[in-house]
């Protein structure tokens, strides 16, 4: 066939081929081996982890981008449908649109009838024009009907400010390209803000000392309450300063050798305040005369009776605290004498929005060096899988676990005077 395309032959030794080349009739189009390409299809260790970090930041973005897109759909449609739907019908949201918005509602038309006839509608509830429309069109509904939506809204420029802020991330994940953390973090922010806006009934949920963000509302039950994991001390102290975990505490319990963490990055004088607008604190220390401390200092190399010097300064001053406050009993101090395990401090641990800090101790690794569990209380459910692969629910998480712990060496532990 004239201009048809014509492959060389794979071996270049073929009968009729003299000196391994050929006259390559008119038309032909000659293609390059592999061999000659030289390309390398292969990708390594370092492409794979960058894949996957572009995977990662992508799949945070979607979530929050397909919760505000739901949700402002979902708007829309309870504005502005009433108004138009009993003259225009099921055509309301053309009518909607009006001629400057002719051209990309004709386009979500068109998509919608070729999910039809493809299959790709699964739910019926999906089969209307406002399902196809896309973020920038859903904004431009509600601004150009902005009046209708006046009554519901404080501010139109908050509305359009945070829609601005999501289109970078919009534009990057619908086109795969890499999203850098600081953009990812930016359409966080603005999600949350949108949907609180919005009025997802979710507000409740965004704020406070451990935010539930979307991706832990959605998936965190894969991994029970943990809600946070650092490799060492010093980066949860950049993700969760002390201020945040302790500042506006009901109740504060807290186990483990020296508790370096509240003693040393808490004032003495936070502690007065926290104790005075009604916190309770109970503080369990490793008796600084135990031999745990003296094996505790040979496993981490520490000179003999220098943790116990620092345990006992902890505790000092812990005292002078509680020496200052009008009702010494709500903050107790008590010691133990068992092999420490852990280190925990569970803070509002009675209530739905308790959180925990745990760090297991490492033979050759001091307190800071240890990695660190961010736990959420309030009795999140577990989903776990039985053996014949049905999935089931179990009522506690590591929280409570820990929890129970702290109660358990707490009763079995000694007062300070």
């Known amino acids: 066939m004239s201009g048809g395309l014509e492959l060389p032959p794979g071996d270049e030794s073929h009968e009729g081929h003299e ?7 008119p038309g032909a189009v000659s293609l390059a081996r592999p061999l000659e390409i030289g390309a390398e299809l292969d990708w390594g260790a370092d492409a794979w982890a960058e894949v996957r970090t572009r995977a990662r930041r992508a799949g945070r ?4 981008l397909n919760l505000v897109e739901q949700r402002l759909r979902a708007v829309v449609s309870a ?3 009433p108004i138009y739907e009993p003259v225009h019908g099921d055509e309301w949201v053309i009518a909607a649109a009006g001629p400057a918005g002719q051209e ?3 386009r979500a038309v068109a998509v919608r009838e070729v999910s039809r006839r493809k299959g790709y509608l699964l739910d019926p509830a999906d089969d209307n024009i406002v399902s196809f429309l896309t973020l920038p069109q859903l904004r431009e509904l509600m601004v150009q009907h902005w009046p209708c939506f006046e009554p519901y809204f404080d501010d139109r420029r908050d509305v359009e400010l945070g829609l601005d802020e ?3 991330a919009r534009n990057i994940v619908s086109r795969n390209r890499a999203l850098s953390e600081t953009v990812l973090a930016q359409a966080e922010r603005a999600s949350a803000r949108l949907l609180d806006i919005l009025g997802s009934g979710v507000g409740t949920r965004i704020s406070g000392r451990l935010p539930i963000d979307a991706v832990e509302d959605l998936v965190g039950d894969r991994y029970a309450d943990v809600v946070g994991v650092h490799s060492d001390r010093v980066r949860l102290q950049r993700q969760l300063p002390a201020e945040d975990l302790f500042g506006g505490a009901r109740r504060l319990d807290a186990v483990g050798i020296g508790l ?15 104790a005075e607008s009604g916190c309770r604190v109970r503080l369990l220390f490793l008796n600084p005369a135990s031999s745990a401390v003296r094996r505790r200092e040979r496993e981490i190399g520490l000179k003999k009776g220098e943790m116990s010097r620092s345990i006992e300064m902890n505790i000092l001053h812990m005292r002078r605290v509680r020496a200052r406050l009008r009702d010494p009993g709500a903050f107790e101090i008590q010691v133990f004498d068992e092999t420490p395990r852990f280190t925990a401090y569970l803070v509002d641990g009675d209530g739905p929005d308790g959180m925990a800090v745990v760090q297991t101790y490492l033979r050759k690794r001091r307190g800071m060096e240890s990695p660190v569990l961010v736990l959420r209380g309030g009795g999140r459910d577990v989903v776990r899988q039985d053996g014949d692969g049905r999935a089931g629910r179990d009522g506690e998480g ?8 702290f109660e358990s060496v707490w009763a079995d532990s000694r007062p300070v005077s």
């Open 19 to 25: 000196g391994g080349s050929v006259d390559a009739p």
């Open 61 to 64: 973005a979607y979530i929050w």
């Open 79 to 81: 504005v502005l449908r």
């Open 104 to 106: 990309w509602v004709q």
């Open 166 to 168: 999501l289109e970078v």
């Open 260 to 274: 370096n963490l509240l003693v040393q990055n808490y004032s003495g004088r936070r502690l007065v305040r926290l």
């Open 398 to 405: 590591l929280f409570e676990t820990y929890r129970e712990e």
